[in-house]
Structure formats: C-alpha cells, structure tokens
C-alpha cells in the first residue's frame, strides 16, 4: 500500500492564544503541523500534543533555515509577534526587530524553499483612523509601530510574489477573545484584563470616555477559515477581513462582563491615551469566499473565556522589561511592578 505524504505546516506562535487554536484546526484536517514559539507569549499547556513543538525564536536565522530544510513546508502560518498596539510607540526597536525582521526571516526561508502559501496574520490596524466599516480597498493608515510592522510586512508579501511567486493570504483579524488568550497580560486585550481584574478583586479600569468602538471577534469564529485559506484557491494572494461585524463601546463591554460575576466589580475611567477611536471593519468579503453565515454572540463567546480562566485562575500581571521611551506612558502602566 503507498501511503502518501501529509500536508505540512509550519505556525510560528503556536503556544500562543490564536496560534494554539488554529494548531487544533490544522490537526483536525490530518496536517502534520510543526509549532515554532520562544514561549515569550505563549504557554506549553496550550500546545496540542500531536504537534511537533521547537522552542525558538523566527529571529533566529539559523533555527528558521534547519526547520525549513528539515521538514519541506507545504505551507506557513506566521502568527508570531507581539501584539500589543498600545505599547507599541514606547517599544519602537523591539516592535520592529520582533514584528517585522522577523518576519522577513521566515519569507526569505519560504522563497529559498519553495513554499505552496504563506498565511500571515495582519490586523487591522493597518487602517487607523479610517472611514468605518473598515473595508479591504481602504488606503491603509497605520498610526502606530505595531500597525505600520504589519503593513510592511503585507507590502513585502506582495513584493515577493511579484518577483518570485510567493502565494500568500494576508487576513486582517481583530480583537480576538476566548479560551487560552493571556488574561495576565496588562497592555492588551482588554477583556482579557477586565476578567483578570475582577479575579483579583481590582477595578475594571477603561482609558478615556469609553466610548471608543470596537468589534470583538470569538477565536472559533476566526481559525478555521485561517487552516482552510491554505488550500482555498479564491483567498491566494488576498486581503481579508476577518472577525465579528457587531462594534460595541468599551464601557457596553465592561457592563457585559459585570453582568457575568455575580458580584458587580467597580468601573473606572484613566486618562485618555493614543489610540483609534473607531475600529470595526467590513466581512462581506471573507464571507464569500468561505461561505461564512454566522459568527459567536459575545455573551456566549465571553461565557466560554470566563470559564476557562477561572479554571487558570487570575495572573500575575508583568511589567514589560524592554521600555524605550518613558515619554508619555501611560501613568497607568508606569506602576505596573
């Protein structure tokens, strides 16, 4: 009997919130999956136990090149990076070095090697302050290092199919919730941090008014469409917006949360910081192309994360080590120890 080989992918990031459910995903549909993660934001509990798992770094050239040469690629999903988009102007060299070179690493290794795709992971923070909802023919106008890393990297793809043929898909998620996302992490995912708070018996604290709008999108809504793009012919070489059309403010979110406790946490409002103030996009095309009818309501989604971390339990919240610029932090996140 021949037996033929498995579709191999690599996901950089996979220990991490997205990367670990989209390794499920791929497992499911009978890939070999190998999991490229430092562990900086990521956790080994969150790692399927059918994958091959490699600490390291994409910056790391030399460990990049030997998985590339060791395991002949069908195709990657890069997912690596630090996303947080606040703390991204105080962060400018390690958002650059972490979020872009090395990204750059792992698409010169998927030329040199002949790779079928590359599913790159953007955001939509490409547009910045933009005409909502955000669509895919919008002129992207990233206001941060973390949007602009991302931009550059979408531009590169584009380059490096031009020249040399590289099949990409680059999707454009935002503000992903759900199982397994870090609630400990103080400088993004604001529900993650709203629950950690109520854990810890601390306030739910929101910037500014409150009034910003944001969509969140539930993990399960997002992943599978990610491990179907690869063999997806109508998503090769597009740009995609993916995640939940419904926007809320912050302070609609904070009275959602509360809701789910039996006990109300107390609210309150810090000094506005940097940021867009209208962030929702348009999925009409990414419903097309995977025949998308339904997405998660929030208060199940947020049902599904609650229950997860309590199981967890509350987190430490870390301060960031690699501080650049003090400048017009936050007060906030200056006293985070």
């Excluded at 002949?114 to 547009?127: E, H, M, N, P, R």
């Excluded at 739910?204 to 409150?210: E, M, N």
Aim: with cysteine; proline share 4%.
């Amino acid at each position: 009997m021949i037996q033929t080989k498995k579709i191999t992918c690599l996901v950089t990031g996979g220990a991490g919130f997205i990367g670990s459910h989209l390794v499920d995903e791929l497992i499911s549909l009978n890939y070999q999956v190998v999991v490229l993660d430092n562990l900086s934001g990521g956790f080994l509990r969150n790692i399927n136990s059918k994958a091959i798992f490699i600490k390291g770094s994409i910056n790391n050239q030399r460990i990049v090149n030997s998985i590339f040469n060791k395991y002949n690629f069908d195709f990657v999903f890069h997912l690596a990076a630090y996303a947080a988009e606040g703390l991204s102007p105080f962060i400018r060299h390690f958002n650059y070095e972490n979020n872009l070179i090395g990204s750059i690493n792992l698409i010169n290794a998927s030329i040199k090697y002949k790779i079928k795709k590359f599913i790159f992971t953007s955001s939509i923070a490409v547009y910045g302050t933009n005409q909502t909802p955000m669509t895919e023919d919008l002129e992207p106008q990233p206001e941060d290092p973390y949007g602009i890393s991302k931009y550059a990297i979408e531009l590169d793809l584009k380059a490096a199919h031009h020249l040399f043929g590289l099949d990409y898909v680059i999707f454009r998620p935002h503000n992903v919730y759900g199982e397994r996302q870090n609630h400990g992490d103080p400088y993004r995912n604001v529900l993650g941090i709203f629950i950690n708070n109520i854990m810890l018996k601390k306030p739910l604290t929101i910037f500014g008014d409150g009034n910003q709008t944001r969509a969140f999108t539930y993990i399960k809504d997002i992943t599978p469409y990610l491990a179907q793009s690869a063999t997806n012919d109508q998503a090769t070489n597009q740009i995609i917006n993916i995640g939940s059309d419904k926007p809320y403010t912050i302070n609609q979110l904070a009275d959602i949360i509360n809701n789910c406790f039996p006990q109300k946490t107390e609210i309150t409002h810090l000094p506005s910081r940097v940021e867009v103030y209208q962030a929702f996009s348009s999925h009409s095309k990414a419903k097309k192309i995977f025949n998308i009818t339904q997405t998660t309501p929030i208060e199940i989604g947020l049902k599904n994360m609650i229950d997860y971390a309590q199981k967890i339990g509350p987190l430490k919240t870390r301060k960031f080590k690699k501080i650049e610029i003090k400048e017009k932090l936050p007060e906030s996140w200056k006293k985070i120890k």
